[in-house]
């Protein structure tokens, strides 16, 4: 019988374990695999295995540990992408932490460019608009608008109308509303894009794989 062996890297083992043991909600096992990569990597050229555990935590709310692992991957080289900043408000909308929503929302539109699939969720811009009008941070919302209609997000008559509603302090309309033209096309937050080059797709046994491998943001403004 002919056996064959082929080598597979850390970061191909690691992305589809840590993938499918998030898909069963089983975040500790995901932490485990993560963290043994993450010992065995001095630096990070990317935020893509970073992304799903930052997503998973901030899903569950633990924003301590999703910003602990942005920091950590900062730290050994890593630049956080849209994907990084949109994960991060999967925990901090719920919180209604809006001075950090505001951050990543504005990090994320930033580093989109023109054309890219990516958009944010209506409801999420709309929890933000609706937050900025009730600060009276006009300025802060103008700077919004303008940076989601030059990347094309919004489009020019969504821009007018957000730039009229902001100014109008006794309109009663939700955000929502003034979004609503554009919800078609919004196709949503987190969507991590596949690597340049060819990916391994692996069927790989999760009771085999817990038994075989030993497990090993402060809110910056």
């Not at 064959?4 to 975040?27: G, H, R």
């Not at 001075?99 to 990090?107: D, T």
Request: aromatic share 8%; net charge negative.
């Amino acid at each position: 019988m002919m056996m064959v062996t082929f080598w597979m890297s850390e970061k191909e083992y690691s992305e589809p374990v840590i993938s499918s043991f998030l898909k069963l909600d089983d975040i500790e096992h995901a932490k485990s695999i993560f963290e043994e990569w993450e010992s065995r990597n001095r630096y990070f050229r990317n935020f893509i295995i970073p992304n799903m555990m930052i997503a998973a935590y901030s899903r569950k709310g633990n924003m301590e540990e999703a910003e602990a692992i942005v920091n950590r991957t900062i730290m050994k080289g890593g630049k956080p992408n849209l994907w990084t900043w949109s994960g991060l408000l999967l925990g901090y909308i719920p919180q209604r932490n809006f001075s950090m929503v505001v951050r990543c929302m504005k990090e994320a539109v930033s580093i989109c460019e023109v054309g890219c699939k990516w958009r944010p969720l209506p409801d999420s811009l709309a929890a933000i608009f609706q937050y900025l009008k009730f600060n009276g941070d006009m300025e802060e919302a103008e700077d919004l608008i303008r940076l989601l209609s030059s990347k094309n997000i919004i489009s020019l008559d969504v821009h007018n109308k957000l730039m009229s509603w902001i100014k109008d302090v006794e309109s009663n309309v939700p955000a929502i509303d003034v979004l609503g033209g554009d919800s078609h096309k919004q196709i949503g937050e987190i969507s991590e894009p596949e690597e340049d080059g060819t990916r391994t797709t692996l069927t790989l046994s999760l009771k085999v794989l817990g038994c075989s491998r030993s497990s090993q943001l402060s809110q910056s403004q």
